[in-house]
């Protein structure tokens, strides 16, 4: 079992520690610029980001919207651990044993009542369950749901595992287009792991498209949307579906290489 809320079914209980480490990577800074956690895990907090990402207006789907203006990335971007956000600054609702039928799982700050500002100890103690711990190889990374296919992880900073959560990861590890909206969460527009790019166009008309060239996984089409106080969703659009969903803060150019870098 897992601790998966989804909006329009009942919580089930909390399950955690993957054995597997998941792709996708950090983006240590608030500007647009992608890095990797194996830059991170190697370098000091001021080292220099690496990468790219080229951003055009959001077009995700043939649904007509009004595009975005592009920005580019700030090649003189610094990595290292986004520490302003603290948990008490946050909405941070608590636990929901699945009796309110309103209770939305992903917001862009936290996952249930797991927030963005709390470190792995706080977030152990915001919900009922096995603790929240870094992986072995990876004490940055800690799974809060294992439920195969669906695995969803809250990441603080390779060079502060133990500070405070940056942003989750959501991933369907098979086909994201087969999956049921009762089984993975949701934002509160209904967009999570399957939904069309169509739906995903609709429910942000003001979202953009970003190109990562991951030198880890090739080129990765992904949607930024841009949430209240720097925080952001980062879809992964493949075959026309969402396959992956990053949301918290430091992901306003997208997200690029592997979250578990030795």
Not at 4 to 13: D, P
């Amino acid at each position: 079992m897992s601790r998966v809320f989804v909006a329009t079914a009942v919580v089930t209980a909390v399950v955690m520690l993957a054995t597997a480490c998941i792709p996708s990577g950090p983006d240590e800074s608030s500007e647009p610029e992608p890095v990797t956690a194996g830059d991170l895990a190697t370098h000091s907090p001021d080292a220099t980001a690496t990468g790219t990402a080229t951003s055009t207006p959001a077009s995700a789907s043939a649904t007509a919207r009004e595009p975005a203006p592009p920005t580019s990335p700030d090649s003189g971007a610094t990595s290292g651990p986004d520490t302003t956000a603290r948990a008490d600054d946050l909405d941070c609702p608590t636990y929901d044993d699945g009796l309110d039928w309103d209770y939305v799982a992903v917001d862009s700050h936290r996952f249930g009542s797991i927030c963005v500002g709390m470190t792995f100890a706080e977030a152990s103690a915001s919900a009922p369950g096995p603790a929240v711990e870094g992986e072995e190889m990876c004490p940055w990374l800690a799974t809060v749901v294992d439920a195969d296919p669906l695995y969803i992880h809250a990441i603080t900073s390779p060079v502060d595992p133990d500070g405070p959560i940056r942003f989750f990861h959501m991933i369907y590890l098979d086909d994201p287009a087969a999956a049921s909206p009762h089984d993975v969460p949701a934002t509160a527009e209904g967009v999570g792991i399957g939904s069309p790019a169509a739906d995903l166009a609709a429910a942000y008309p003001t979202a953009r498209e970003v190109t990562q060239d991951d030198p880890s996984r090739g080129t990765r089409q992904q949607v930024v949307v841009e949430e209240a106080d720097a925080h952001h969703y980062v879809f992964d659009i493949v075959d026309g579906v969402v396959a992956e969903v990053t949301w918290g803060t430091g992901l306003s150019g997208g997200i690029a290489g592997e979250l578990c870098a030795l």
